[in-house]
């Protein structure tokens, strides 16, 4: 006799622990006493794949004891159908409600049997067959419960089917739209059915007085096994009739199958059951709220009077698709979803797989939010699945591909996991279980064909699963719902989203574009074909239309996107950049639609365009930071050229950066020069150590050491977008080498970054000026520092010692820089300050300037430069006062103007008012010309008189576009004036 202990051994082997298993397969004729019944083997292996092995067996034997006549032939098939096996073992392991189906009709196991299911056409015919007898249709409980054996018959067959490839993997399984579509054709058979009974019962037929609408899961095809169907009746003629009849339906249905919910009609619950069409037409016209539209996205005829539901739907489609043009829509929309989210108690908002932060209402509302935004001039999008939607908006670019698939991925896998919780008593449920519910976490890990892996135990890999698609859910729900484009897009008119109509020339013309046809050719030339990014530029172009025509030149601005958006048509996140990220779209229709140097920029530097949705990131960064990764990156390359070209690029980055931030208002104009001159002088250290390592190489060492100076706005830190580098080249000789070797050196290399970094380029230039050497142009390029000792001690006049207020070293040999300094300061701050020959030499010089520099024809009160009030009177008073005073006044000790001026009022040298004359004057010249600059693409100094290009400097500071710019020169000419009176106290006066 076999050992009790190893055969059960060997059952527990197939995941059977229940202590009566093993006399149940004996008695099933698949155990014997030595083990498993040869030809059995493949029943046991596909009991030990159901979700709950017990489950299944135990069924079973009751299914066996409810008809032993049936069960040899049962036992039979199991043993050589596969399907069979499958579909059945599956369903029992799975569903106990399904499982007592069988038990109380044992013949329906015959329905899995089938290679063949029943085709979802044939659903009408077999219900209706069910409640047909003697050729006369059943009423009353009679229909209800013949309609009841027929519907959960053929939903064991779909049941079956979904479920098989948990046992048998190999066979396959419908994927899950193919689930969700036989369960909402079964339940439109139903409802078709119950409206046959339904009119036995009322004794009126539905033609001419009554349609049924699906709404919801049941009119996009998407219903899960244990829902309401939501239903909207329409009735014609008599509509007392038409309301027993679909009270009928109702209580037919309700019984037999599922819930016929009629919540979603006009008025909800506390309005009329059945309305006329008219009826419908005058409610959503006057009264309905912005979730009716949505909730009529899915509407579709499913039973009744075709005609009446045909014109249904044809009357309430134009209102679907228009209701975003409603004020507030999408803020609406979004309200909802929030008070939906609130309802949910907090204990299970993590477990909530429906209504909890990502959840399926997730999925449902964003997709649903994007379609009725887009879908106004969009035909592709409008579906009512929601599946078929994300497809629809992921291949016509509004949503990301990776997006779309990822939030199919996961919507899939809650609703395959809310399938199989519904299944198990065919109750509405949308419940995770509680994470310390091992057994329920176990059985639903493998009813959804989730397996253990690595070791880790299914429930625990469900677990991980779960919570990981629903943070993908929530994440790209907020990144798609809280869209901010989606708001723009929604206040664009829909007649307006057909860009290439002659609607859209008059709106363009509207919006104040001067040349509407030439806008069109843009607007075609970037949406003209089928490709995926004429599809997103079909739905970006009409916020960004609007947007650009806030601008100062719409036209410009267009222009200008259609050129960067041309240039960077390869760069893979440029448009879906602009598609998620609606801060980086309106930002980039400001500085398009105001300079004339960005897009030339931009198009060499397009990774700048990310930093137009991160405020601090294009505002933030330290200019010692950006220094560093200059040099480095320079320092990186192998001979000059490539150093160079380095550091071209790192500088054109970051002029791009600053100049966003600037016509961003993001950035202070004395932070805009910092940035310039921190990254200017990061360009000529790196460009002197490559000039320095290429000499060297060349001639077989270094002979002396350099040290660059920085003189005017460069030494200042005050340098402008088209400043140039005022420098002075400094060399000593090395040991063992002669002042002739060294510069000899030290000028083969000055020459070498004055030509390198002169190079030709599509950037702003980069010209090193080394005018201000002594004698100047007719002197040499390079001295040694004893010679600029001997040089400024017999031949120094004192516009030189007002030259080298700016002195600062910014590159090469820091000692020896530091010397140059020493020596400047004892020019620079001399001892007793001036005399009054060198005041009238200044004043004089000062004069001779204005007079000769400032260009014919040229307005002095908007001259930012040498105009008055403008940056040379507001420089030059505090140049003066640092000679005068500096050798007593430590703090005047500087070469930045603003630290100056300050010092000069700190110290009484002026009144705290007009100093702060001075500092106003000189922050708004010096950032009216790098606006203007930014404006016109190219240096300048006089400010435009009127046109595009004063308002684009005007809206720059701030104005609105109902603003006269004007407005702009006159508060710039009052600022100046007030600050050109004070230069002529101070400076000529005092």
């Not at 067959?129 to 054996?149: K, S, Y």
Request: glycine fraction near 8%; hydrophobic fraction near 45%.
């Amino acid at each position: 006799m076999a050992d009790p202990a190893r055969s059960a051994s060997s059952a527990a082997r197939y995941g059977f622990t229940d202590a009566q298993a093993q006399e149940v397969l004996r008695g099933a004729g698949w155990w014997t006493d030595s083990g498993p019944e040869e030809t059995a083997t493949g029943v046991l292996v596909a009991l030990a794949r159901t979700p709950d092995p017990n489950l299944a067996l135990l069924t079973l034997d009751r299914l066996r004891a409810a008809d032993e006549r049936e069960w040899p032939q049962l036992a039979d098939e199991l043993r050589v159908n596969t399907a069979l096996r499958a579909r059945l073992f599956a369903v029992l392991g799975c569903s106990t409600v399904l499982g007592d189906l069988l038990v109380s009709d044992p013949g329906q196991w015959r329905r899995l049997a089938s290679p063949r299911l029943t085709a979802v056409g044939d659903y009408d015919a077999q219900l209706t067959e069910a409640v047909l007898a003697d050729d006369d249709l059943l009423t009353g409980t009679d229909a209800v419960a013949a309609l009841r054996a027929a519907y959960r018959g053929l939903l064991l067959e779909i049941a079956g089917a979904d479920l098989a490839r948990v046992v048998e993997p190999e066979l396959g399984r419908p994927s899950l739209v193919g689930t969700t579509r036989a369960l909402t054709e079964l339940a439109e058979a139903a409802l078709r059915t119950g409206l046959l009974v339904a009119q036995r019962e009322v004794g009126h037929d539905a033609d001419g007085t009554l349609a049924v609408i699906a709404m919801g899961k049941c009119g996009a095809r998407e219903l899960n096994y244990v829902s309401d169907v939501d239903v909207v009746f329409v009735g014609e003629g008599d509509i007392p009739v038409a309301t027993r009849l679909a009270t009928a339906l109702m209580g037919v249905v309700g019984q037999a199958c599922f819930e016929v919910d009629a919540a979603l009609r006009p008025e909800g619950k506390a309005g009329a059951l059945v309305r006329s069409l008219d009826s419908h037409e005058t409610y959503y016209t006057r009264w309905a709220r912005t979730w009716e539209f949505q909730a009529l996205l899915k509407a579709r005829p499913v039973a009744g009077d075709v005609g009446l539901g045909r014109r249904y739907a044809e009357l309430v489609a134009p209102m679907v698709w228009s209701a975003a043009e409603r004020e507030d829509f999408v803020i609406d929309v979004q309200r909802m979803r929030r008070r939906v989210e609130r309802h949910v108690p907090a204990e299970l908002a993590d477990r909530e797989l429906k209504l909890g932060r990502g959840g399926l209402r997730d999925v449902e509302f964003a997709v649903q939010l994007l379609q009725l935004v887009h879908g106004r001039a969009d035909a592709t999008l409008r579906a009512a699945s929601t599946v078929d939607a994300l497809e629809a908006l992921g291949a016509g670019g509004y949503v990301g591909r990776t997006d779309a698939a990822e939030l199919r991925e996961s919507y899939e896998f809650l609703r395959t996991v809310e399938h199989r919780l519904q299944l198990r008593g065919l109750r509405r449920t949308h419940l995770f279980p509680d994470p310390d519910d091992v057994e329920e976490l176990r059985w639903l890990a493998r009813a959804s064909a989730v397996r253990s892996l690595r070791g880790r135990p299914e429930s625990e890999v469900l677990t991980a699963e779960f919570r990981r698609h629903a943070r993908r859910v929530r994440r790209l729900h907020e990144k798609l719902f809280y869209r901010p484009l989606l708001e723009a897009v929604s206040k664009v008119p829909t007649a307006a989203l057909r860009l290439t109509t002659q609607q859209a020339a008059s709106r363009l013309a509207a919006l104040g574009y001067l040349a509407p046809d030439g806008a069109l050719q843009h607007i075609r030339a970037l949406t003209t074909g089928v490709s995926r990014r004429a599809s997103i530029q079909q739905a970006l172009l009409p916020v960004l239309l609007d947007l650009l025509a806030d601008t100062p030149d719409p036209d410009g601005g267009l222009l200008a996107y259609r050129r960067v958006s041309e240039a960077l048509a390869d760069t893979p996140w440029y448009l879906r950049t602009l598609r998620d990220e609606a801060t980086v779209v309106d930002s980039l229709a400001t500085v398009l639609g105001t300079s004339r140097l960005v897009p030339d920029l931009l198009v060499r530097a397009p990774e700048v365009l990310r930093l137009l949705g991160e405020p601090e990131t294009l505002a933030g960064k330290s200019p010692e930071e950006v220094s560093r990764s200059l040099r480095a990156a320079a320092g990186r390359q192998a001979d000059m050229e490539a150093a160079v070209v380095a550091a071209r690029s790192l500088r054109r980055h970051e002029l791009l950066r600053v100049a966003c931030a600037d016509l961003l208002g993001l950035l202070d104009v004395s932070a805009v020069s910092a940035a310039l001159s921190s990254v200017w002088t990061a360009v000529l250290q790196a460009a002197l150590s490559a000039a320095i390592r290429k000499r060297a190489a060349e001639t077989g060492g270094e002979p002396a050491r350099i040290a660059v100076i920085g003189m005017g706005r460069l030494g200042g830190e005050e340098l402008g977008y088209g400043s140039d580098a005022d420098v002075l080249f400094v060399c000593e000789a090395a040991d063992g080498a002669t002042d002739g070797d060294a510069v000899r050196f030290t000028t083969a290399v000055a020459e070498s970054v004055r030509a390198a970094l002169g190079a030709p380029s599509q950037d702003p230039p980069l010209v090193v000026d080394m005018d201000l050497r002594p004698e100047g142009r007719s002197g040499p390029l390079v001295r040694t520092l004893e010679s600029y000792r001997t040089y400024y001690a017999r031949w120094g006049e004192v516009w030189e010692a007002q030259a080298l207020l700016r002195a600062r070293v910014v590159a090469g040999d820091v000692g020896l820089g530091d010397r140059f300094t020493a020596l400047a300061d004892s020019l620079r701050y001399p001892q007793g300050g001036l005399d009054d020959a060198q005041i009238r030499e200044i004043r004089r010089i000062k004069a001779r300037v204005e007079t000769e520099r400032l260009p014919r024809g040229a307005d002095p009160t908007t001259h930012t430069k040498l105009g008055r009030g403008g940056l040379a009177d507001v420089e030059w008073t505090a140049q003066l006062a640092q000679l005068r005073y500096a050798h007593e006044v430590p703090e005047l000790r500087t070469t930045s103007t603003l630290p100056a001026l300050r010092a000069m009022a700190d110290a009484g040298l002026a009144d705290s008012d007009d100093i702060e004359a001075l500092v106003d004057a000189w922050r708004l010249a010096s950032r009216a010309r790098n606006i203007a600059m930014l404006v016109k693409g190219k240096s300048l100094d006089q400010l435009p008189a009127s046109g595009r290009e004063l308002t684009a400097v005007a809206r720059a500071f701030g104005q609105s576009a109902d603003d006269d710019p004007g407005e702009f020169l006159d508060g710039y000419r009052r600022t100046t004036r007030r600050a050109h009176a004070v230069v002529q106290r101070l400076f000529y006066e005092s």
